[in-house]
């Protein structure tokens, strides 16, 4: 169905090809997964399978790509569009209507289908996908989970013969990354869809995938079983990782297969101790927070605190109001009632200056907070207008995506790389809170593993930390406290493994595998390993 054939993509002005020599065959109704580090031409390889590269991104394609027999060279994207549908990891980037259900029947109306079949295919993605409450919402009001399954039912209503999707479950929360994959995964059994997804948590896709395709970015793509190939490739679930420090062979790629393995572990394992972190000193309080737009109560009188130290994972469904707090926090968002105080100051009675030093916010679309030509440009305004030291916000960036050129505009970044670049400009003046929404989302596991470390050390240098975040991995790896909304209200508030351990939603890979016995990471079981 889809045929790479001695592949390479060279960028204008690119010292050497994203991709060299992809030899790479998938067939009709397989789901395939690509992973490679970010960076590594993932989104480069599924947007040639369109033609959109090199047709619209530019640059030279040798080699030559087919999708059903036909030709990328002599087939730009228009002449693909019924065979081939996309959703990229901008979903807002790609909307061309206001609404839900408009956004849905767009792609079947530029096809020319009658108005009786859009109207059922309509009606099956809305169900197919959860949408059906949402049909007549703007898409601006929608939260980046909702525009995320939007996307890929704008991409599924064409009926495409084959599906590719870049890094489709990164806003959504575990629950819906689960509905969705699931729909995917009847699309390739009942219809023999072919899906070709790229995507960074791979702990919610390896269990469906029938092939996995591994881009090293300096060799050949590496294809194969799942289990075989994840077995040595740098990035790799919490599940396959485990599996490797336990030696099982074959390693397991899915949660049911490792509990199958996992009781001797866990005997030898036995029950982890923890010991309770205080925080320090309170940095942050609300106090009756209130947010609504229109008829919808997105904050509904949330009390929270944070102290120095504190490192705070706000989890919750999409549309809960995480992103609605963290800007209400922050003081710029909308604030429908209630009081915020950051070490003693209300953020919105502040000028920028001193709001940047008092709390600093990454927003879900990070390129928001970009504005300048290069790279260099932006690690130099941000050390500018945070009075800190030259080179301080380079820094910073080289600590969490090293390699990325002075000399590159931001927009030709990944979207890890863009990610990073926003979080360094957000951490330079140092913020005594450090408000995240959706920082792990485009990130490879190295990448979340350097920026746990770097917000490790601002909270231990007194800072407080709060992120908003659906990665279930990166909250049980980094956070010392959850809190979870639902409907805008706090129900769910205390330490990360009492909250994580209890939720079946909520809850990584590794407690899983091991419970009933409380683990969260495979790093504290090696820990524990090396302890005995």
Known sequence: MIRFENVSVTYPDAPAPVLSGVDLDVPEGELCLVVGRTGSGKSTLLRAVNGLVPHFTGGTLTGRVLVDGRDTRTHPPRDLADVVGLVGQDPQAGFVTDSVEEELAYAMESLGLPNAVMRKRVEETLDLLGLADLRHRPLPALSGGQQQRVAVGAALTA?????????????????????????????????????????????????????????????????????????????????????????????????????????????????????????????????????????????????????????????????????????????????????????????????????????????????????????????AQADRESAATAGTCRALLDTLAPGIPDDRHPRDLSEGQRLALVLAVALTPRPRVVLLDEPTRGLDYPAKTRLAAALRDLADDGHAVLLATHDVEFAAEYATRVVVLAEGEVVADGPTADVVTSSPTFAPQVAKILAPQPWLTVADVETALAAR
């Open 159 to 379: 009926h495409p013969r084959a599906l590719v999707l870049d890094e489709p479950t990164s806003a959504l929360d575990p629950g819906a990354a689960e509905d969705v994959l699931a729909a995917l995964h009847r699309l390739v059994h009942d219809l023999g869809m072919t899906v070709l997804i790229a995507e960074h948590r791979l702990e919610r896709v390896a269990q469906y995938a029938d092939r996995v395709v591994w881009l090293p970015g300096d060799a050949p793509p590496v294809a194969g079983d799942p289990g075989a190939v994840l077995a040595s490739a740098p990035v790799a679930p919490p599940v396959v990782r485990l599996g490797r420090l336990a030696a099982w062979q074959p390693v397991p790629v899915s949660v049911r297969d490792a509990r199958r393995r996992a009781a001797p572990l866990r005997d030898l394992l036995g029950t982890p101790t923890r010991t309770a972190t205080r925080p320090g000193p309170e940095l942050l309080r609300a106090r009756g927070l209130r947010v609504r737009y229109g008829a919808v109560d997105a904050v509904r009188g949330v009390d929270l605190t944070a102290g120095a130290g504190e490192r705070v994972a706000v989890m919750g469904r999409n549309g809960s109001g995480k992103s609605s707090l963290l800007w209400a926090l922050q003081g710029t968002g909308k604030r429908s009632a209630g009081h915020v105080t950051v070490a003693g100051a209300d953020p919105a009675d502040l000028k920028p200056a001193p709001r940047r030093a008092a709390v600093g916010l990454v927003p879900q679309q990070p390129a928001d907070l970009l504005y300048l030509h290069t790279v260099g440009d932006e690690c």
